[in-house]
């Protein structure tokens, strides 16, 4: 008996829509694999990265807490000839006042050398025109001999870092009249 409704599928031409059927299936199912493989090798990809990049923050930070410990080795290994040299004064028991006196300006040069080496410049403004960036007036004295807003006496002198004021000069000023 052979069927002729068109609307009844045929078992003889079911095998081949079957095959066809069966060969999309491989195809979506070998381009399934190959898209997993590719997302597990992208996925690895990105952990290396996110461990290779946690290893450089680890890295840095440590290199920046080593050089904030060790930013002023430079620095201090450069004031211990000062140092030596204050402690080899008052070691001195039998040195008389000019002889101190001759070694503390000595190790004072030495400090100023190293200051000046690393940066730091003595602010000194007396007799020059009184500047609020780098003074501070803590007393006005009356001036015949000098302009007014003059600096005449340094009661402590003021100090710049590399252009940025460490300490102002402590002054006193002619006042206006």
């Known amino acids: 008996m052979h069927n ?15 095959n066809g059927v069966n060969a999309d299936l491989d195809a979506l199912t ?21 461990a290779e990049i946690e290893n450089q923050r680890r890295r840095l ?22 140092y030596d040299g204050l402690a080899l004064g008052l070691a001195n028991e ?3 006042a000019k002889t101190l006196r001759e070694g503390l ?3 004072l040069k030495q400090l100023e050398k ?26 006005s004295v009356e001036s015949n001999e000098h ?10 002198k003021g100090f710049v870092l590399n252009d940025r004021l460490l300490r102002p ?3 006193a000023v002619v006042r206006d009249n």
């Open 30 to 50: 070998a381009r399934l694999a190959a898209l997993e493989s590719e997302l597990s090798q992208a996925r690895e990809t990105v952990l290396r990265e996110r």
């Open 147 to 156: 302009a007014p807003n003059t600096v005449v006496a340094v009661v402590q």
């Open 114 to 139: 190293v200051t000046q080496a690393n940066g730091l410049s003595l602010v000194d403004p007396l007799h020059q025109p009184f500047n609020p960036e780098h003074h501070q007036a803590i007393s």
């Open 94 to 96: 039998n040195a008389d």
């Open 4 to 18: 002729n409704d068109p609307h009844v599928p045929d078992p003889a031409q079911e095998g081949g829509a079957d």
């Open 105 to 107: 300006d000595l190790t």
């Open 169 to 171: 000069a402590l002054v």
């Open 61 to 82: 930070q440590r290199d920046l807490d080593q050089a904030r410990r060790f930013a002023n080795e430079k620095l201090l290994g450069e004031l211990l000839p000062v």
